[in-house]
């Protein structure tokens, strides 16, 4: 009885955990193996980029590994759908951006996933503004001039998009529709062919990243009129911004950023986020996201949470004004 008690004494002195006969395991600290982080893009690309220089610092600063994995194909939905029915663990991040959580819910019906409820989101990275410009050969200097060129030319002015539905389309789109004015959008499967066709003057304008679009600008292949936000980038001094050409409020970013499955605990998340948050001051790593014209945007969890709904609530609005909806 004596050795009785003293075991049932010994046993209530351990960790819950313990006590019970679970392994040590479970009383580690997150995190305690090797973390997948999911870019919903192919190999290679600025997409890539970016998910390969944030995995490499942030998997030193929290001691991990973290392995990317590149789950491209339909749009996002792919590795979208796959994060979402991931275990909360923390151990299946995923690259959210712009067009998976933006611009695509606000456009296509039937998304099998929720950008709302089927994730955690974490932290932002950053994001870059997107840029009108037009063609070089295109008798234009300033954001006046297009204005003026598209009044005395109707139904002959075109903007080339990546897509049906993507953020170089619902760009210009809100462009016109702040400006009252009009350009026959032209579709494109990507921005290189887009970029093509506009360097040849065979459409006249565009609203592309800036990152994508800075070879040409640098070449001289196309103009640039204006970028969007509420500050001129410090690689486009030159360039004005549309707030200051006098559409106000106007702003389009090509963001990127950091979620989970949906149910994710939050000492987990706290730690990612503030570990994230910690890399973005790194002047290195601020370095090398400049290459992709890319400004590091720290936020925290609820932050981030409100930016994507406000970003998608925007993009939403704008589809249903001007009847934009693809099906798939």
Not at 228 to 247: A, F, I, N, V
Not at 284 to 295: C, H, Q, T, W
Request: hydrophobic share 40%; net charge positive.
């Amino acid at each position: 009885m004596t050795n009785r008690r003293n075991l049932i004494k010994s046993l209530s002195a351990l960790p819950l955990g313990l006590a019970l006969g679970e392994g040590v395991n479970a009383q580690a600290a997150y995190p305690n193996k090797t973390i997948k982080y999911i870019v919903p893009v192919a190999a290679g690309g600025g997409s890539d980029m970016i998910g390969r220089t944030v995995c490499e610092r942030w998997g030193k600063a929290l001691g991990q590994t973290i392995v990317v994995d590149n789950q491209g194909g339909g749009g996002g939905v792919i590795a979208c759908q796959n994060t979402a029915r991931a275990a909360p663990d923390g151990y299946t991040l995923m690259q959210g951006y712009v067009a998976t959580l933006g611009t695509s819910p606000a456009t296509r019906k039937n998304l099998p996933y929720d950008p709302i409820k089927d994730f955690s989101p974490i932290g932002m990275i950053g994001g870059t503004p997107n840029v009108l410009v037009v063609s070089s050969l295109l008798p234009v200097q300033t954001f006046k001039e297009l204005l003026a060129y598209m009044k005395s030319n109707p139904g002959r002015v075109s903007y080339g998009s990546s897509g049906q539905g993507s953020l170089t389309h619902l760009t210009m789109e809100l462009f016109l529709k702040q400006t009252q004015s009009g350009m026959v959008h032209i579709p494109y499967k990507g921005i290189a062919p887009a970029f093509t066709d506009l360097i040849a003057n065979q459409t006249q304008a565009m609203f592309p990243g800036l990152a994508a679009a800075l070879p040409h600008i640098h070449s001289s292949r196309v103009r640039p009129l204006a970028v969007t936000g509420y500050s001129r980038h410090p690689q486009l001094k030159d360039t004005p911004t549309l707030e200051e050409l006098g559409l106000k409020g106007f702003d389009a970013l090509q963001w990127y950023g950091v979620v989970g499955p949906a149910g994710m605990p939050a000492p987990v998340i706290k730690t990612l986020n503030e570990s994230l948050n910690a890399v973005l001051k790194v002047a290195e790593f601020r370095e090398k996201l400049s290459i992709e014209a890319v400004e590091p945007m720290p936020m925290s969890p609820e932050q981030f949470t409100q930016y994507i709904k406000r970003d998608l609530e925007r993009w939403t609005q704008l589809a249903k004004e001007q009847r934009i909806e693809l099906d798939s």
